[in-house]
């Protein structure tokens, strides 16, 4: 299960991977939120595929979160 805006799993919970939140942005449907595996950040160069998440304090209650920083995500597993 990917958890938004979490660095670290529910109790009992398994962490496969943290990273950050992303969208695809080729597709004219709809736009997928995903999350990118934090060792794969590179793909973030590809500007045709993915484009990651930042928060926007004026959306977002900051703190906790900071103008611009990547949104974190984590997927897990039980």
Request: aromatic content about 8%; proline content about 5%.
């Amino acid at each position: 299960m990917m958890i938004p805006a979490r660095k670290e799993c529910y109790a009992d919970w398994v962490r496969e991977y943290d990273g950050y939140l992303a969208v695809q942005i080729n597709r004219q449907d709809h736009k997928d939120v995903i999350c990118v595996d934090k060792t794969a950040q590179s793909i973030f160069r590809d500007v045709d595929y993915v484009r990651a998440l930042s928060a926007d304090c004026g959306t977002l209650s900051c703190p906790p979160y900071t103008d611009d920083q990547r949104l974190p995500c984590v997927v897990c597993s039980m």
